[in-house]
């Protein structure tokens, strides 16, 4: 079987009540995690060629400590849960 290759561009995420700072750390994370979850099972919106021009993934609330990493993850799986619906 040929691998599928997607092509995913996020213009922008928004994120509230984290430092500039850590926005690299969130988008590598974010990035990471949700070429695992597309890898693991492909959502049907991304198996036809096709512009999504938004797509509200839902809030989550995280930790006042929480690490941008992680912050990442939990975005890249309301994402791919958004994408799935």
Same mark, same amino acid.
């Given at each position: 079987?040929?691998? %599928?290759?997607?092509?995913?561009? $996020?213009?922008?995420? $928004?994120?509230?009540?984290?430092?500039?700072?850590?926005?690299?750390?969130?988008?590598?994370?974010?990035?990471?995690?949700?070429?695992?979850?597309?890898? !693991? =099972?492909?959502?049907? /919106?991304?198996?036809?060629? #096709?512009? $999504?021009? #938004?797509?509200?993934?839902?809030?989550?609330?995280?930790? %006042? !400590?929480? %690490?941008?990493?992680?912050?990442?993850?939990?975005?890249?799986?309301? $994402?791919?849960?958004?994408? /799935? =619906?």
């Amino acid at each position: 079987m040929t691998p %599928r290759v997607v092509e995913l561009h $996020i213009e922008r995420l $928004i994120l509230h009540g984290y430092a500039h700072a850590d926005r690299h750390d969130i988008a590598a994370s974010l990035q990471r995690e949700l070429g695992l979850l597309l890898a !693991d =099972r492909m959502p049907r /919106s991304l198996l036809h060629p #096709s512009h $999504i021009p #938004s797509l509200d993934a839902g809030a989550f609330t995280a930790a %006042r !400590d929480a %690490r941008p990493k992680h912050t990442g993850t939990q975005a890249a799986r309301m $994402i791919h849960g958004g994408l /799935s =619906r």
